[in-house]
């Protein structure tokens, strides 16, 4: 078993606010079926977090490079989650289920370094 | 932390909610920043709760979160000066006792999210602009939602919306209101809850409309008598099905009852509203044993009735429907294709698909199929879709076999187009 964490990322420009009480009813609805589907399978190693949008990026002698919270990606990084799958393979496919790609996001999935 | 999802109303309850405190906290000048802080709130609430569970008293967690967002917003608005009054206002609210301000109001107008109701029936406020306000500030119904409901287009909801948010945030008297505007506003804010709950939704504050007694014997026996219904909408896949099919045992007997009972006394009164009579239709439905022994020629008559009092699309067709149950399919196709101003119903998927179903019990499958499937491109939700492709798939079947055996006869209508003008 291998581990991975899943970013999950949204376009900074995409209308991604749920608008209505509906929307956001089925949103929450799906993620948590989405984490309860991981948990099932034996992929959910930590939830992780969710991430604010605010932050800033420090550099060389405490000095701010940039005011957003990312470095280069002009994606929001909603959160992450660190799951276990034999292979990317799996955890890519684990992964297709996630809701944010409902609405214009994406997961995006790294191995973890075992060394 | 609960493991539990909070109930399926759960967010649209909290949004009116939260909108009616924090504009009455804020004043009404800045209802759009309420409404801000509330959407951004609920947004976030969703994104945290995905990841760490619902906590254990989710409308204290909202209450806070908004009433911070709230503040937050104020001091980004830079002029942080001038809202000094409103941060500290909100910022004191914690435990602080409410009724202070609203003491000299009529007892109905006390909750906040009735005041908001009547505060959007302001009479200066188009009609059709009042009661898609109240959906959207106190139901959390987005513009696009409300444009599918009211058949307009988006654009135009939109337009509708923020006209008539801007005339609600410039009257400065969501909390002026005497008990000469509650009276006066009384029928607009009926007509907003029978929507309300013709949307299948329960409106922002039921409990507080029937313990205020606004909701008036006529609404209160509709709304009783759709809900008996409601058990047996649903089947255990989750797929609608039609009137005709419904296991009446499922039915709500005690609703029923309470339902016949309120129009009885509400009958008394010297007023015909549409309210009756769409409670006497809801009734006549009831009281029937089987789709077959209903009273279809009295349906069609309390139809007549409320056409005269209401034109509309979605009236003429449930009553066209009507017909072919008293009728026979051929008539009710003649009443469907008589209905005046149909391209209101251009987007509205009950119009096909009671021409594919009245076809089809004409023995004329193809037509149906060609009715199902062009109901099918206008269908809203996976249970419309599911209905229409079984209904397709139906016609398939008789169009290989050659045959039309009515064991397969739908009866009717009741794929239950919503009244929702």
Same mark, same amino acid.
């Given at each position: 078993?291998?581990?991975?964490?899943?970013?999950?990322? &949204?376009?900074?420009?995409?209308?991604?606010?749920?608008?209505?009480?509906?929307?956001?009813?089925?949103?929450?609805?799906?993620?948590?079926?989405?984490?309860?589907?991981?948990?099932?399978?034996?992929?959910?190693?930590?939830?992780? *977090?969710?991430?604010?949008?605010?932050?800033?990026?420090?550099?060389?002698?405490?000095?701010?490079?940039?005011?957003?919270?990312?470095?280069?990606?002009?994606?929001?990084?909603?959160?992450?989650?660190?799951?276990?799958?034999?292979?990317?393979?799996?955890?890519?496919?684990?992964?297709? /289920?996630?809701?944010?790609?409902?609405?214009?996001?994406?997961?995006?999935?790294?191995?973890?370094?075992?060394? | 932390?609960?493991?539990?999802?909070?109930?399926?109303? !759960?967010?649209?309850?909290?949004?009116? @909610?939260?909108?009616?405190? &924090?504009?009455?906290?804020?004043?009404? *000048?800045?209802?759009?920043?309420?409404?801000?802080?509330?959407?951004?709130?609920?947004?976030?609430? +969703?994104?945290?709760?995905?990841?760490?569970?619902?906590?254990?008293?989710?409308?204290?967690?909202?209450?806070?979160?908004?009433?911070?967002?709230?503040?937050? &917003?104020?001091?980004?608005?830079?002029?942080?000066?001038?809202?000094?009054?409103?941060? +500290?206002?909100?910022?004191?609210?914690? /435990?602080?006792?409410?009724?202070?301000?609203?003491?000299?109001?009529?007892?109905?107008?006390?909750?906040?999210? %009735?005041?908001?109701?009547?505060?959007?029936?302001?009479?200066?406020?188009?009609?059709?602009?009042?009661?898609?306000?109240?959906?959207? %500030?106190?139901?959390?119904?987005?513009?696009?939602?409300?444009?599918?409901?009211?058949? +307009?287009?988006?654009?135009?909801?939109?337009?509708?919306?923020?006209?008539?948010?801007?005339?609600?945030?410039?009257?400065?008297?969501?909390?002026?209101?005497?008990?000469?505007?509650?009276?006066?506003?009384?029928?607009? +804010?009926?007509?907003?809850?029978?929507?309300?709950?013709?949307?299948?939704? $329960?409106?922002?504050?039921?409990?507080?409309?029937?313990?205020?007694?606004?909701?008036?014997?006529?609404?209160?026996?509709?709304?009783?008598?759709?809900?008996?219904?409601?058990?047996?909408?649903?089947?255990?896949?989750?797929?609608?099905?039609?009137?005709?099919?419904?296991?009446?045992?499922?039915?709500?007997?005690?609703?029923?009852?309470?339902?016949?009972?309120?129009?009885?006394?509400?009958?008394? /009164?010297?007023?015909?509203?549409?309210?009756?009579?769409?409670?006497?239709?809801?009734?006549?439905?009831?009281?029937?044993?089987?789709?077959?022994?209903?009273?279809?020629?009295?349906?069609?008559?309390?139809?007549?009735?409320?056409?005269?009092?209401?034109?509309?699309?979605?009236?003429?067709?449930?009553?066209?429907?009507?017909?072919?149950?008293?009728?026979?399919?051929?008539?009710?196709?003649?009443?469907?294709?008589?209905?005046?101003?149909?391209? @209101?119903?251009?987007?509205?998927?009950?119009?096909?698909?009671?021409?594919?179903?009245?076809?089809?019990?004409?023995?004329?499958?193809?037509?149906?199929?060609? $009715? !199902?499937?062009?109901?099918?491109?206008?269908?809203?939700?996976?249970?419309?879709?599911?209905?229409?492709?079984?209904?397709?798939?139906?016609?398939?079947?008789? %169009?290989?076999?050659?045959?039309?055996?009515?064991?397969?006869?739908?009866?009717?209508?009741?794929?239950?187009?919503?009244?929702?003008?």
């Amino acid at each position: 078993m291998s581990e991975f964490l899943y970013l999950y990322r &949204l376009p900074a420009d995409s209308p991604n606010m749920p608008d209505s009480a509906r929307n956001m009813q089925e949103r929450l609805q799906k993620w948590t079926a989405w984490f309860k589907e991981l948990e099932a399978r034996g992929h959910l190693r930590t939830m992780g *977090h969710p991430l604010e949008s605010g932050g800033t990026v420090v550099g060389e002698g405490g000095r701010t490079v940039h005011d957003g919270p990312y470095a280069e990606s002009k994606d929001i990084v909603l959160g992450y989650s660190v799951v276990q799958a034999r292979d990317l393979a799996e955890a890519r496919a684990a992964a297709g /289920g996630c809701p944010i790609l409902g609405y214009g996001g994406m997961v995006e999935v790294r191995p973890i370094r075992q060394m | 932390m609960t493991a539990s999802l909070p109930d399926e109303d !759960f967010f649209r309850r909290e949004s009116g @909610r939260l909108v009616s405190t &924090l504009t009455r906290m804020l004043g009404v *000048h800045h209802l759009a920043l309420a409404e801000d802080a509330v959407q951004e709130t609920l947004a976030a609430a +969703v994104e945290v709760w995905a990841f760490r569970g619902v906590p254990e008293n989710p409308s204290a967690w909202l209450t806070t979160a908004a009433r911070n967002r709230a503040v937050s &917003l104020l001091r980004r608005e830079r002029t942080a000066r001038r809202f000094a009054p409103e941060i +500290v206002r909100l910022a004191d609210a914690e /435990g602080a006792p409410t009724e202070s301000p609203v003491a000299h109001l009529p007892p109905a107008l006390r909750d906040d999210e %009735l005041r908001m109701m009547f505060s959007c029936c302001h009479p200066d406020i188009p009609e059709d602009a009042q009661v898609a306000l109240v959906l959207s %500030l106190l139901s959390g119904f987005s513009a696009h939602e409300l444009a599918e409901a009211f058949l +307009v287009s988006r654009a135009a909801m939109e337009k509708r919306l923020s006209r008539a948010k801007k005339m609600l945030s410039g009257t400065r008297g969501l909390f002026e209101l005497g008990a000469r505007d509650f009276e006066t506003r009384l029928v607009a +804010v009926h007509r907003a809850l029978y929507l309300l709950f013709n949307e299948g939704y $329960h409106g922002a504050s039921p409990d507080a409309a029937v313990r205020l007694d606004l909701c008036r014997e006529a609404l209160a026996a509709l709304m009783a008598l759709d809900a008996a219904r409601l058990p047996a909408r649903v089947d255990e896949a989750g797929d609608l099905t039609e009137l005709s099919r419904q296991d009446r045992s499922r039915w709500d007997g005690r609703l029923i009852a309470r339902g016949l009972e309120l129009l009885e006394s509400s009958a008394r /009164g010297e007023v015909v509203s549409e309210y009756h009579l769409e409670a006497a239709i809801a009734a006549t439905h009831a009281l029937a044993p089987s789709a077959e022994k209903t009273s279809w020629g009295e349906i069609v008559e309390l139809y007549d009735a409320l056409l005269r009092l209401r034109p509309s699309p979605v009236v003429a067709l449930n009553r066209a429907v009507a017909i072919a149950e008293q009728l026979g399919p051929e008539r009710g196709l003649e009443a469907l294709r008589s209905i005046p101003g149909t391209e @209101r119903l251009s987007a509205y998927p009950f119009y096909p698909a009671a021409l594919g179903e009245l076809e089809l019990r004409c023995g004329r499958p193809a037509d149906a199929r060609r $009715h !199902f499937r062009a109901a099918h491109r206008l269908a809203r939700n996976p249970a419309e879709r599911t209905f229409l492709e079984r209904r397709i798939a139906e016609c398939e079947r008789q %169009l290989s076999s050659g045959s039309s055996p009515d064991a397969t006869r739908p009866s009717s209508s009741k794929l239950s187009p919503r009244r929702t003008r």
